[in-house]
């Protein structure tokens, strides 16, 4: 059987597995779910949670559906931010650090404390891609942000107002345009399709009959 | 019985015979093979988890259980005095579903000058598209092509795709990488630019393109960024909860419903698409899923309760490796980029029983078959039994650093709860993974009754036939999204609605009252019933 905890969600206490996450636990007390709940896999940044152990004084972030639900945990989730997203025109905007200075002039009002950092679930270093953000330096802040999940905890926690998820969305897209080179063999493969290189091709083999298909199928050579 | 004893005991299997299974490849199946494998153990085969459609465009044929119920039930809006009269979107086209597929189709549509807006349940990207690991097929390296592709998903789909549509994934695949490419996805690649490409199960060639395993992810933010940066209109929280038709019987719009108040909303449109996703959270047969929150299949009812008839519904993918250990991610999906880059699937004897890198349908069934009576080679857990996947091969084979690099949401999600899997071995069982059929469109998107309809994405029946390979499902999101905007959008231009009705909703309900069926519930479903249990 296994072991009850006690849970507070909102202040609100409930005894519940304590083998479940902080989201189906939320569910085992009865709650039915519209906000704060999206992949419920860890990809989707919808559920955002903070909580304190009573008797601590740390306060905790997480994703709900992540956690382990924990004696003595007192939740609250964070299921909307008010994070700032400017718009651009991909097309329009190139990889020079003025972009960033326009769009996010705010990431320059940093004042180094790592709140945000310390927030992150996915645990990346979310001030040193801001600090890449900052010198232009879009490739780094590209790798080191690609993990992020766009949960908004570092937007929460930033005494800026600086919504990091957004920097680094902006970098990652300048850094797939702008600063990695293009694939060669993807722009000749576009070019033959449309010139029509492939058609003959094709059809031989949908033109086959059934059976012929599945012969052709069953003794194909794999690639090592 | 489970014991932790036991597990670890059979971990020291699975590291004793790992060197000399490093050193041989497991034999693929023959065709025979899979196909009594398949018969024996797949839940598609059996006759448990079925019924039999009494009513609607697909009468007579088999549909699974929890969809035949919602499919057979009333709609949440008959008897609800809705004004059509009061319009508060009015629009060229309505996009319903803010996934892959929706947002492709809205950035098309927008891009072709239509008026386009979109509505969705939940928020933009709560969507399966942004839950995938592995990988996206495109036949873009020179030792391969768009027949290659061809002739791989039409055989894993067993020869069932419809090839009109399949013809279509695979030729359309590289220009959708490239429009990704120039939108900014930042795809695996060498120093060149070069695409790092890996193979999937049942591929011939390596094809399968990635972001890390946020390949999905990635896709998706990035779709979801420029819909914005458009100023697309997306109203979230914001159910489709019927379609709306005219005189004419084409279709006019959508009722939409706010997910936190109940308001009703009408939302008028010269072009619907439906691009709902999948039906994961039904959990057919009792599955847990890799699937997302709002996984329902609302999209499909909306459908069939107009008049668009389904296909392929009763086939189900579920996806071989969903995570079986520990409890907390009971399901949760693991990439099938896990075997693409060399982990070999052992029992708890530490046996390779199969080849890694079979299709799913053959590689699922294939561990059901290992966990079952009738071999009894599975480990126990607290779930029930699982297989491992050999994880600390992959740092072997490729260098150390390895999965860090190339699969950290894998390493991040087993590191949260102890489990390293560079150093040890992960369990793993079938998990609900894909809905292989649902509405049926022609080659240019649209339903083949309902005027004006038109279906993307999981949505759609028939684009892989009765299994689909990896790396096809985030593939056909972004071409079949593009092509129903565009579509779409040229189509808006020549419609003349007529007087907007809700007369389907009422016809639907007197023939389920003649045909005697009652089951008690009203769809689409919206969102799975957790409230107050211990679920999967």
Redesign the interface.
């Known amino acids: 059987m296994q072991e009850m905890v006690n849970i507070y969600v909102y202040g609100k206490k409930y005894s519940v597995p304590g083998d479940l996450t902080i989201m189906t636990a939320m569910e085992y007390a009865g709650y039915q779910l519209k906000r704060g709940c999206g992949c419920r896999h860890g990809f989707c940044g919808a559920c955002a949670t903070i909580y304190r152990i009573k008797g601590k004084n740390e306060l905790k972030t997480c994703l709900a559906c992540q956690t382990q639900v924990e004696d003595g945990m007192y939740i609250a989730s964070l299921p909307f931010y008010p994070i700032d997203k400017r718009t651009y025109d991909i097309e329009e905007i190139s990889a020079e650090q003025r972009v960033m200075m326009d769009l996010y002039p705010e990431i320059y009002s940093c004042v180094g404390c790592n709140a945000c950092t310390k927030g992150c679930p996915q645990d990346l270093n979310v001030m040193q891609y801001i600090a890449y953000a900052q010198r232009g330096d879009f490739k780094k802040c590209a790798e080191e942000s690609f993990d992020c999940i766009g949960c908004g905890i570092c937007a929460s926690r930033c005494p800026a107002g600086i919504s990091h998820p957004m920097v680094g969305e902006l970098a990652r897209r300048l850094n797939g345009k702008y600063i990695v080179p293009k694939a060669e063999h993807l722009k000749n493969r576009v070019e033959e399709i449309h010139e029509g290189k492939f058609d003959d091709l094709i059809e031989q083999v949908m033109g086959k009959p059934i059976d012929e298909i599945q012969e052709l199928y069953n003794n194909r050579e794999i690639e090592k | 019985m489970y014991t932790l004893a036991n597990m670890q005991e059979s971990i020291k299997k699975v590291e004793a015979t790992r060197a000399q299974r490093m050193a041989n490849e497991p034999r693929?199946m023959?065709?025979d093979e899979k196909d009594a494998l398949l018969a024996a153990y797949h839940p598609d085969y059996k006759e448990e988890g079925f019924i039999t459609l009494k009513v609607g465009p697909n009468k007579g044929e088999k549909v699974p259980t929890e969809l035949g119920y919602l499919l057979e039930s009333n709609s949440r809006i008959l008897g609800v005095d809705i004004d059509l009269d009061k319009v508060d979107y009015d629009v060229d086209v309505l996009v319903i579903g803010a996934g892959g597929a929706g947002s492709s189709a809205a950035i098309e549509a927008h891009e072709a000058g239509a008026n386009v807006m979109i509505t969705t349940k939940?928020?933009i990207?709560?969507a399966n598209t942004?839950?995938a690991e592995g990988g996206i097929q495109?036949?873009?390296?020179?030792?391969d092509?768009?027949?290659?592709h061809?002739?791989?998903a039409?055989?894993g789909g067993h020869?069932a795709a419809r090839?009109e549509l399949l013809?279509k994934l695979?030729?359309e695949a590289?220009?959708a990488?490239?429009w990704l490419?120039?939108?900014?996805?930042?795809?695996d690649?060498d120093?060149?630019?070069?695409?790092v490409t890996t193979?999937g199960g049942g591929?011939?060639?390596?094809r399968m393109h990635a972001?890390?395993d946020?390949s999905?992810?990635?896709i998706m933010?990035?779709l979801r960024?420029?819909v914005?940066?458009r100023?697309i209109p997306v109203v979230e929280?914001s159910s489709a909860v019927e379609l709306i038709k005219d005189d004419k019987g084409q279709v006019a719009g959508a009722v939409l419903q706010n997910?936190?108040t109940g308001e009703y909303q009408v939302a008028k449109a010269k072009t619907v698409i439906i691009a709902t996703g999948g039906a994961g959270r039904l959990h057919y047969n009792n599955f847990p899923t890799?699937n997302?929150?709002g996984a329902t299949a609302d999209g499909l009812i909306l459908g069939y309760r107009a008049g668009a008839p389904l296909l392929y519904q009763d086939t189900i993918q579920y996806h071989p490796t969903g995570a079986a250990y520990?409890?907390?991610?009971f399901g949760?999906?693991v990439t099938e980029k896990v075997r693409s880059l060399g982990a070999m699937l052992v029992n708890v004897d530490g046996e390779a029983f199969m080849h890694p890198l079979e299709t799913r349908d053959v590689s699922a069934a294939s561990i059901i078959r290992e966990c079952s009576d009738d071999r009894n080679e599975g480990v126990e857990t607290p779930q029930g039994k699982a297989v491992w996947l050999d994880t600390p091969m992959i740092d072997l084979l490729h260098g150390e650093g390895t999965i860090e690099k190339r699969i950290?949401?894998m390493f991040?999600?087993f590191m949260?709860?102890g489990i390293d899997m560079r150093k040890e071995p992960i369990l793993v069982y079938p998990t609900l993974h894909y809905q292989n059929g649902g509405l049926e469109i022609n080659g240019e998107g649209f339903t083949n009754t309902v005027n004006n309809l038109l279906v993307a994405g999981e949505a759609v029946g028939g684009i892989h036939g009765r299994n689909r390979l990896m790396g096809n499902s985030l593939l056909d999101v972004i071409v079949f999204g593009r092509d129903a905007g565009k579509a779409a959008a040229a189509k808006a231009k020549d419609v003349t609605l007529g007087k907007m009705n809700l007369d389907h909703v009422e016809k639907y309900a007197e023939i389920l009252k003649e045909a005697g069926i009652d089951t008690g519930m009203v769809s689409p479903q919206l969102?799975p019933?957790?409230?107050?249990?211990?679920?999967l």
């Open positions: 693929r023959t065709a939940l928020r990207g709560d942004m839950m495109a036949a873009d390296k020179e030792n092509s768009p027949a290659q061809y002739l791989d039409f055989g020869f090839p013809r695979v030729m590289p220009d990488i490239s490419e120039n939108l900014g996805v930042m795809f690649k120093e060149n630019g070069r695409m193979h591929t011939s060639r390596k972001c890390r946020y999905g992810a990635e933010r990035t960024d420029e914005i940066n100023g929280f997910m936190e890799s997302h929150y520990p409890a907390q991610i949760a999906l950290p949401a991040r999600m949260q709860y969102l019933n957790y409230a107050g249990k211990r679920h």
